[in-house]
Every structure is written in structure tokens, then in C-alpha cells.
């Protein structure tokens, strides 16, 4: 890594250095002890976000009587939740440039947990479509304040693997989402409350679901504020404790001893107040020549990207809970697509039910298998990323998504279209969060969040469009479904030519 410092910044006699800008500052923390602080604390603020999002697709196959829900409402269910999200975007990423990332994340999770509690009482499908359109409206800071939050606590040489973190973190929550449904959705229960309200086993684990939410809220509260974002303010003394502090738990030493004194200025321009125009001002720089390409390139990739997965992944329980009936019902060998044929398209009272079919866990198993596949991914990328490049790994598992999620159409069986929808899953989550780490170098601190909101508000818009026309494509059969799937993830690896290399670039 190379920083420019001026001769006065330079290390005194004794290696003392009189100042230092933020990657020089950052680098001298180094990592340990607080870095893993830093991500145990954000494991459950990622494990509410997922929940927040994919809670429902476990709920939906044991409810949908309860609920009296149809296969398009579930569709429009799901899109709700992002449909929230949308409306807060753009807004969430402002007030995490102008309030702090700390404040946000304090504030979104508290208020998030209050609406999955909302969700767990919802007495009529009206309820429930309001709480998850506010659930998703809240939610939303999270991951605005997150990622640029774990970033500027990281220097060049680990900062391309802080989102590929954060999708380890969603990964392992994937794998304790199932473990959890399996855990409570499959009890006996039943009974009466506030007058009238049947609480079951699917409210007790939407309730469940909370408690993620709450930890992460407390967590936050009780750590520091970014020293990139500090000194973008001006706090440049606020910003140096910060920095001490790090460096006593990662070093072992006392922080009197943290070679950087003072920090270069590094104040950005931010607006104390919160209005349209204000908004506009600091926001308007994005759409200039200089980042308009950019920005362009990495809001595309991840509409296509969410599109594609999301669509798939919400209704992956309903669709291993079809193959799941199927195999215990009957012992002829069918195809993945043949046995896709018998999702119903809407709910018959006398006919059908609400249970699930609890002699044959793989609904639940499947998932595991799902999320453990995503793991191994992250994990090996994790370690090549600094080597290959963002870009590299952007065409290649762009490659291996587009091809994978296509050929399921194929699939003889449900083993095989298993490991395919595993790999699928796999190539493109590590895109998405690959696309996040080029937008997090790509754009300044004053910008950052706002850029972050702006890709993220495109990847929800194609969160609900993909939810919405999924289940017209799997009425319309398994050709339509997966080659128009393996098509969004085709045009994002087109598009990942044009990413501009960031490698070891220095945070702006």
C-alpha cells in the first residue's frame, strides 16, 4: 500500500508519527481483537435483516390456511417487504452520511423489532402486508449503515473482504434460519388469545425472530462511531480516541502508545439539516461525469442480481416442500420440473392444508444444504479476493451463476437440481456482495452511503419485480423460470467488464 504523506507526517526518531491520514491511522491498529468484536456484533444485526426478508418464506407453507393466502398474494407478500425497502433507500442513505452510521444502526434496530412484533400478531393478511412494508422501510438503514459502518474500520488490506463478510454472516444466518424453523414450526399449537386470536407454532417463531434484533440494537449502542466518518466531520480528536482505542485491544499495548498523534484535516461536506434540496446538494455529485459511469454500472448489476436471486430464494421452501410431498406420496422417479408442475396456484379450504409433511425434514435440510454451499463459497473467495480482483470474480461466478440456475430446466431429479440451485445461490450472493465492496472503494466518504442506497433501491426494485412475475413464470413452466433467470445473471456478467479496478485503493 502506498500513502502519500507529507514530510511533516512522516514517522519522527522512535517511529512516532506527528500525522497521519486515515490509512495511515487505520493501519497502524492492525487486526484482532476489536476487529472480531466488531464482527460478532454484526451477526445478529444481519441475522435480523435476513430474518426480517426470508422469515416469511418458512411461514407460508403452514399458514397460508390460516391466512387464506394464494400463490400470487404470497408473491405480492414478499414484494411488499422490498417495496418498503425502496421507499427508504435512498432516505436511509442520506441520514447515514449526515447523522452517523452508529446512530442509524441504533436506531433502525429497535425500531425494526417492534415491527416484527407487529408481524407475529398480524390477525388478517392486511396486517401482515403493512408490518413487513414497515419492517422492510426500517430495515433498510441497516444494511445502509452497515457495510460503510465495517468498512471504515478496515484498512486497503482487509477491506474487500468486509463484505464478503457480512455475506458469510447472511450464509451462517441462512443456516440457522431452517434450523430454527425445523425447531418450532413442526409443535402442536394452538390456542386463544386477546379474544379471539389463534396463536400457533408460526407466530411463536416470527416472535422468535425478535430477539436477533434487539441483541444487535444494545450492541451498537455500546460501540464506537467510525473514525473515517469522525474525521469526515471535522472530529478529527474524537477520531483519534477511536483510533487509540483499537489499537490497546488489537495490540495489547496501552494506547499512549499508538505511534499517530495527531490526523491530517479530512472534513467533508455534510448538511445538519434534512430537507429535499439540502438532500439534492449533497447528493448531486454522484450524477456528475466523474462517478455517473460508476454508479450506472453498479445499480444495473445489482437489479439483475437481486432479481435473480431473490426471486429464487423466497420460494425455495415452497418449492422444496412440493418435491418434499411428492417423494413421500409416490415412489415413481419424476423430474425436478414434473414435480415443480403441482405447486398450486391457489389455496381450496376443503382440499388443502396447512400443515407440512413432518415425516420427511428435507424441507428444512435442503436449506441447510443451500446456506452450508454458500459458506464454503464465501470462505474461498474470501481468501482469493485480494489476488484475483473484484473484477475477476465477478465474470466467473457470473459465468457459473448464469449456467447453473439454467440448467435446473435439465435436472432429472431433485439431488441434481439441489446442487444446482446450491451453486447458483452461491456465485451469485458472493456477486452481490462483490459489487458491494467495488461500490464501497468506487465512491468518497460524503458519497459512500448514498451510493451504497441508490445500487441497493435498484436491487430491491428488482427484488420486487422478480417476486412478482416468479409466480407467473413457474405457471408458465420450468423453461420460462430458469432461462429467464440465467439470463439476468448473463447480463451481469457482461456488465462486470466495465467495473473499474479498486484494488488496494486507498478509502476516499
Known sequence: MTTCVKDEDKPTSGGIKKSADFETAISETGFGL????????????????????????????????????????????????Y???????FMWGSLVDVFGRRKVLVFTHFV????????????????????????????????MALTPYLSEFHGTLYRARVPLTIGLIYSV????????AWSILPLNINFGLFGGFEFHAWNLFLLVTMFPTVIAGVAFFLMPESPKYLMSKGNN?????????????NKKQPKE????????????????????????????????????????????????????????????????????????????????????????????????????????SSVYINSVYVALCAITGYVIVALFVNKLGKKKILISLGL??????????????????LGLICVHLMSTGISVDTVIAATVDLFPTSLRGSAISLSFMFGRIGSVLGN???????????????????SFVMGCTVLSVFIPNTERKALG
Open 112 to 143: 425494526d423489532a417492534f415491527f416484527v412484533l407487529m408481524t407475529t400478531f398480524a390477525p388478517n393478511l392486511y396486517v401482515l402486508m403493512a408490518s413487513k412494508f414497515l419492517g422492510g422501510f426500517i430495515v433498510n438503514g441497516i444494511s
Open 83 to 89: 417495496t418498503g425497502m425502496i421507499t427508504s433507500c
Open 400 to 417: 457459473i451463476g448464469a449456467i447453473t440456475v439454467a440448467s435446473i430446466y435439465f435436472a432429472p431429479n431433485s439431488s441434481t437440481a
Open 34 to 81: 476489536f476487529n472480531l468484536i466488531l464482527i460478532s456484533v454484526a451477526t445478529p444485526s444481519v441475522l435480523s435483516s435476513q430474518l426480517e426478508t426470508s422469515s416469511l418464506s418458512f411461514v407460508f407453507p403452514v399458514a397460508r390456511c390460516d391466512l387464506d393466502i394464494s400463490l400470487e398474494a404470497r408473491g405480492v407478500v414478499n414484494a411488499t417487504i
Open 173 to 180: 444466518a441462512n443456516v440457522g434460519l431452517p434450523l430454527l
Open 257 to 360: 502508545e499508538y505511534p499517530v498523534k495527531s490526523l491530517v484535516d479530512d472534513k467533508q461536506i455534510y448538511q445538519k439539516k434534512y430537507s429535499v434540496k439540502e438532500a439534492w446538494q449533497q447528493i448531486s455529485p454522484l450524477f456528475s461525469l466523474k462517478y455517473a459511469g460508476s454508479l450506472t454500472l453498479v445499480c444495473l448489476l445489482q437489479f439483475f442480481y437481486m432479481m435473480s436471486i431473490n426471486s429464487l430464494r423466497l420460494w425455495l421452501p415452497e418449492i422444496f416442500q412440493i418435491v418434499n410431498d411428492y417423494e413421500q406420496e409416490n415412489d415413481k422417479p419424476i423430474s425436478f420440473c414434473q414435480m415443480l408442475n403441482r405447486i398450486k396456484p391457489t389455496v381450496n379450504a376443503e382440499t388443502d392444508t396447512c400443515s407440512m409433511n413432518f415425516d420427511n
Open 468 to 486: 412478482l412475475i416468479f409466480p407467473v413464470l413457474i405457471q408458465a413452466g420450468c423453461a420460462a423460470t430458469f432461462f429467464t433467470l440465467g
Open 237 to 249: 480528536e474524537d477520531a483519534l480516541k477511536v483510533f487509540e482505542k483499537i489499537f490497546a485491544m
